[in-house]
C-alpha cells in the first residue's frame, strides 16, 4: 500500500505542522492510510550531508534525495510544505546553531583554501537557496484560489490600500546590456553533449562539461554585462534621492541563486562606493563580501578593534545619510533592504508594496512612495504595467475582481530556475562558448567582460508538451480564456511559441479562447478583464508562474498561502503544495514574542483534500475519497465561519484554526452516508469535540500571551515544539482516542 509523504519544513509552517499533523494522523488511523513525515528542513538537510562529521545519534538519512526519487514514481503522494531557501547568511545561522547543539559540522568556508574546504564549500553550495522544490517538481504547476476561496475574500475583503494617480513609486529596469537584450535561443533538433568554456586571449577555460541534453531541447544563454548595470544602477540612486523616493531593490536570490546574490551585492557596494573602495584592504582580510548584504557586513566588522570599527561605521553611516532614503525590511529595527539578500523577495514583495498603495516602509516606520529597482527587464514589465494600471484605474476590489490562476512551465529544472549550475560570474574578458561536443560547432556564444554574469537555461521538450496539455485541460474545465505569457521578440519565446503552437495544433481546442501575447500586452488584458470580474487563466514560464502565483492571489484573496497549489508529476504521482508562499520569518518571530502564531494552513487543508482524493483513486480506498470530500467540506465551512487565525494574540491563532477544521471535519464525517464505519467513528468524535469545544478553546488560548522557547531556530526542540504547539490536553486525549 502506497503512502502520504508529509514534508518536515522550516519556520512559521514547521510549526503549524506540529498541531495540525496529530489531527491528520488520527483522522486518516482507522481508513489504513499510512502517513509517513520526511525532513527537508534546512537543519536537516544540513545534516543529512555530512554524516562523517557526525555522531550515530546525529546522522540522519538524505530525506529530500529520497522524496526526489519517490516524485518521479507514478504512485507518489507528497504533500509539500513551504521551506526555507536559504540565503549565505542564513545558512550560516543554521550551522552555527547546529555547532552550538554539538553537531562538529565545518562551518562554510567563504574562501575555500585547500580541496577539502572547497569540497564541503561545495556541498554547502548544494543546501543554499532553493535547493528543495527543483527536485521534487517533477511535473508542471497548477495553482488556483478555490472558488470557496474566492467567494470568502469577496465576503470578508482584505484591506487594500488606496491608488492615486500622483504617485511616484514606479519600476526601473535596465535598458541595455542585461539578461533579456542579450539573450540567444536555439531548439535541438538531435540529442548531443555540451561544453561551456571562457576563451581569452591567453588561456581557455571550461565552465561545464558534458552537458546531456536531449532531441527537442530548447537551450538559451545569455549575460549581463557588469559596467552596464553598475552605470544602471549609480543613475537610479541618483534618480531616487533626486525624486524623494524610497530606494529598493527587489531580486530572488534564493531560487537565482549564483546569478541574484552577485546583482545584490552590486547594489550594495554600488551604493556605498566610498566605503567599499577605502576600506577594500580591511573588508578583503575580514572576508566581506557585499553580496552578503549589510548585516553581515555589521556583523564581521564587530571583529574589529572599537576605533577602526568606529571609523568604518562613521563612513557608513555618511554614505547611507548620502544616499537616497532606503526601503525598509524592519523599520523599528533599522533593518534596510540591503541587510540581508534573502529578505526582499520579488515574488512576495511587489506585490505587498502593490497591495499597500505602491509604497513600503521607511526608517520612520512610514508608508512611502519607492522606486522599486529590478535591474534585468525581462520580466520587470509585467510590474510597471500592474503600476500603471493602478495609477489610472485606482485599486482593486476584492469583492468585484475577477480571478487570475496560473498553468506553470516548471517540469524538470525549466528555464531560469533551473540554470544555477550552468551560471558564472566571469573571471576574464574574452568569449562564452556553448559548443556541441559531437560535432564541434559553436552553438551559442557571447562576447563577456571581466564581472559579467554568464548563464544557460534548458528546457526539455516533453515538459513542454505536457504544460500545453495541462492549460488545455485547465482552459476547458473553466472555459476562461488562456493566455500564453510569451514574447515573440525574446529570443526564448520565440522558440517555445513554435513548439507552444504546432501541440496546441494536436489538441481539441474547438470552442476555446487561447492566444499568445508578450508579458506586458497579457497584464494589461488579465487586469483590464479582473478589474471588471472576469477570470482569465495565465499559462506561463517558471519565473512568470512564480511572480503571478503571488501577485493575483495576494491582490484578490490577501496572500497565496490559500492557493491550491497542484503539481501533477510526469511520471503519474501527485505534490500537493501548500499555498504558494513562503515559511513567513516574521510569524516565528511573533510567535516567540507573544505566543500567538499566525500562520494561516489553508493552503495544507486544500493540499490535503486533493491529497487524499488522489490516494483514495489511486489505491482504491473509498475511505480515503470520503476523507477527501469531507475535508473539502469542512475547509469550505471553515471560511465561512471565518476561523482563519487572527493577527492578534489572545485571539484565535493557528493552533485554535485547526481546532475548528477538525471540528467541522468531524462533523461531516459524521453527517454522510458512504461510509458507516467512518460515521460511527467520527459521530462518536464530534460530540466528544462540540461537548468539550469551550474548554479547548480556553485551554488554546490560555497558551497565548508570553514569551516562548522553542530551544532554537532552525533545530528547534522536538519536545518544547510539541508541548508549544499542541496545549490543549482535553484536545490531545480525543485525538489519541480515535
Ligand atoms: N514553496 C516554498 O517552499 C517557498 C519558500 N519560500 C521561502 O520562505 C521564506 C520567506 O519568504 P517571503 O518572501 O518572506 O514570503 P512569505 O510568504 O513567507 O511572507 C510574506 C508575507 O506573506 C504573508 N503570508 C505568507 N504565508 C502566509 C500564511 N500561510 N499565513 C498567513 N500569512 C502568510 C505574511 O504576511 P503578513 O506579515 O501580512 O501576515 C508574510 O509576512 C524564504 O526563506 C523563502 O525562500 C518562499 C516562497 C515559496
Ligand atoms: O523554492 C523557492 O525558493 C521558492 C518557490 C516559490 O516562490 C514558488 O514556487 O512560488
Ligand atoms: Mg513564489
Redesign the pocket.
Known amino acids: 500500500m502506497s503512502k502520504i509523504f508529509y514534508t518536515k519544513?522550516?519556520?512559521?509552517?514547521a510549526l503549524?505542522t506540529e498541531s495540525f499533523l496529530p489531527i491528520v494522523k488520527a483522522f486518516t488511523k482507522s481508513s489504513g492510510i499510512e502517513i509517513e513525515t520526511k525532513d527537508i528542513s534546512l537543519a536537516g538537510r544540513i545534516a543529512a550531508t555530512f554524516p562523517e562529521f557526525l555522531t550515530k545519534e546525529q546522522q540522519v538519512s538524505n530525506d529530500l534525495d529520497e522524496l526526489g526519487n519517490m516524485a518521479k514514481q507514478p504512485e507518489a503522494n507528497i504533500i509539500?510544505?513551504?521551506?526555507?531557501?536559504?540565503?549565505i547568511p542564513?545558512l550560516k545561522e543554521a550551522i552555527q546553531e547546529l555547532q552550538s547543539k554539538g553537531y562538529n559540522l565545518p562551518s562554510y568556508p567563504d574562501e575555500p583554501k585547500n580541496d577539502e574546504e572547497k569540497e564541503i564549500r561545495s556541498k554547502y553550495d548544494k543546501i543554499k537557496g532553493?535547493a528543495?522544490?527543483p527536485v521534487l517538481r517533477e511535473g508542471n504547476s497548477d495553482r488556483r484560489a478555490p472558488r470557496a476561496v474566492k467567494n470568502y475574500a469577496k465576503q470578508n475583503p482584505h484591506s487594500m490600500g488606496a491608488w492615486s494617480s500622483d504617485s511616484k513609486t514606479h519600476v526601473a529596469t535596465m535598458a541595455e546590456g542585461d539578461f533579456k537584450a542579450n539573450e540567444k535561443s536555439l531548439t535541438l533538433t538531435k540529442a548531443t553533449s555540451i561544453q561551456i568554456k571562457l576563451v581569452s586571449d591567453s588561456s581557455e577555460t571550461i565552465l561545464k562539461d558534458k552537458i546531456e541534453l536531449q532531441a527537442g531541447e530548447i537551450i538559451d544563454a545569455t549575460v549581463l554585462n557588469k559596467e552596464a548595470l553598475i552605470k544602471f544602477l549609480k543613475k537610479e540612486i541618483k534618480d531616487a534621492k533626486e525624486k524623494g523616493v524610497l530606494f529598493s531593490v527587489h531580486l530572488k536570490a534564493?531560487m537565482m541563486k549564483v546569478s541574484d546574490p552577485i546583482i545584490f551585492g552590486h547594489v550594495v557596494e554600488t551604493f556605498l562606493k566610498p566605503v567599499f573602495v577605502k576600506y577594500a584592504d580591511t573588508f578583503d582580510t575580514l572576508g566581506i563580501s557585499p553580496n552578503d548584504g549589510l548585516a553581515s557586513l555589521y556583523q564581521k566588522i564587530e571583529k574589529l578593534p572599537q576605533t577602526e570599527k568606529d571609523a568604518i561605521t562613521k563612513d557608513l553611516d555618511a554614505a547611507l545619510a548620502n544616499g537616497p532614503d532606503l526601503a525598509m525590511v524592519n523599520s523599528d529595527k533599522g533593518i534596510t533592504n540591503l541587510h540581508v539578500p534573502?529578505?526582499?523577495?520579488i515574488?512576495?514583495?511587489m506585490p505587498?508594496m502593490i497591495r499597500n498603495s505602491g509604497k513600503m516602509w521607511n526608517a520612520q516606520g512610514k508608508a512611502q512612495d519607492t522606486k522599486a529597482v529590478i535591474p534585468d527587464s525581462s520580466y520587470a514589465g509585467i510590474y510597471s504595467a500592474t503600476i500603471d494600471f493602478c495609477k489610472k484605474h485606482g485599486a482593486f476590489d476584492p469583492t468585484t475582481m475577477g480571478t487570475v490562476p496560473n498553468v506553470g512551465l516548471m517540469a524538470q529544472k525549466a528555464e531560469e530556475y533551473g540554470s544555477h549550475d550552468k551560471t558564472f560570474e566571469i573571471k576574464k574578458n574574452g568569449v562564452v562558448q556553448v559548443i556541441d561536443l559531437e560535432t564541434g560547432a559553436i552553438l551559442i556564444e557571447h562576447k563577456v567582460s571581466n564581472g559579467d554574469i554568464w548563464r544557460m537555461c534548458q528546457v526539455k521538450d516533453a515538459p513542454i508538451q505536457d504544460w500545453v496539455k495541462l492549460a488545455v485541460s485547465r482552459a476547458k474545465a473553466t472555459n476562461d480564456p488562456a493566455i500564453f505569457w510569451l514574447d515573440e521578440k525574446r529570443a526564448h519565446d520565440a522558440e517555445l511559441i513554435k513548439k507552444v503552437k504546432t501541440y496546441l495544433a494536436n489538441e481539441d481546442t474547438k470552442g476555446l479562447d487561447i492566444q499568445i501575447m508578450s508579458p506586458t500586452a497579457a497584464t494589461e488584458f488579465t487586469l483590464k478583464r479582473m478589474k471588471a470580474g472576469k477570470d482569465t487563466i495565465s499559462v506561463s514560464g517558471n519565473v512568470l508562474r512564480d511572480y503571478l502565483t503571488?501577485l493575483f492571489p495576494?491582490l484578490e484573496v490577501g496572500?497565496?498561502?490559500k492557493m491550491l497549489s497542484i503539481v501533477p508529476l510526469m511520471n503519474g504521482g501527485g505534490l500537493f503544495?501548500t499555498?504558494?508562499?513562503?515559511?513567513?520569518?516574521?510569524?516565528v518571530e511573533q510567535f516567540l514574542e507573544e505566543g500567538h502564531l499566525?500562520?494561516?494552513?489553508?493552503?495544507e487543508f486544500l493540499a490535503l483534500g486533493v491529497s487524499l482524493e488522489f490516494y483514495g483513486e489511486k489505491n482504491g480506498n473509498a475511505m480515503a475519497k470520503v476523507l477527501g470530500d469531507t475535508l473539502d467540506s469542512a475547509t469550505e465551512k471553515f471560511l465561512l465561519n471565518d476561523k482563519s487565525?487572527s493577527?492578534k494574540v489572545n485571539e484565535i491563532d493557528t493552533r485554535g484554526s485547526h481546532f475548528f477544521l477538525a471540528k467541522y471535519w468531524a462533523e461531516a464525517l459524521a453527517k454522510q452516508d458512504n461510509n458507516a464505519e467512518l460515521k460511527a467513528i467520527f459521530s462518536k468524535v464530534s460530540t466528544q469535540i462540540n461537548e468539550k469545544e469551550s474548554q479547548i478553546l480556553t485551554e488554546l488560548i490560555n497558551a497565548q500571551g508570553s514569551k516562548q522557547d522553542i530551544g532554537g531556530y532552525y533545530k528547534p526542540d522536538a519536545f518544547l515544539v510539541e508541548k508549544a504547539m499542541r496545549p490543549s490536553s482535553t484536545l490531545n486525549e480525543i485525538l489519541k482516542a480515535i
Do not use: C, F
Not at 519544513?9 to 509552517?13: F, H, V
Not at 499566525?598 to 493552503?603: A, E, F, M, V, Y
Open positions: 519544513t522550516d519556520e512559521a509552517p503549524a509539500k510544505l513551504p521551506n526555507i531557501s536559504a540565503s542564513q532553493s528543495v522544490n534564493t534573502s529578505d526582499i523577495i515574488d512576495a514583495s505587498a503571488d495576494i496572500t497565496s498561502a503544495e499555498g504558494a508562499g513562503g515559511s513567513a520569518p516574521k510569524h499566525r500562520w494561516d494552513s489553508l493552503g487565525p493577527r
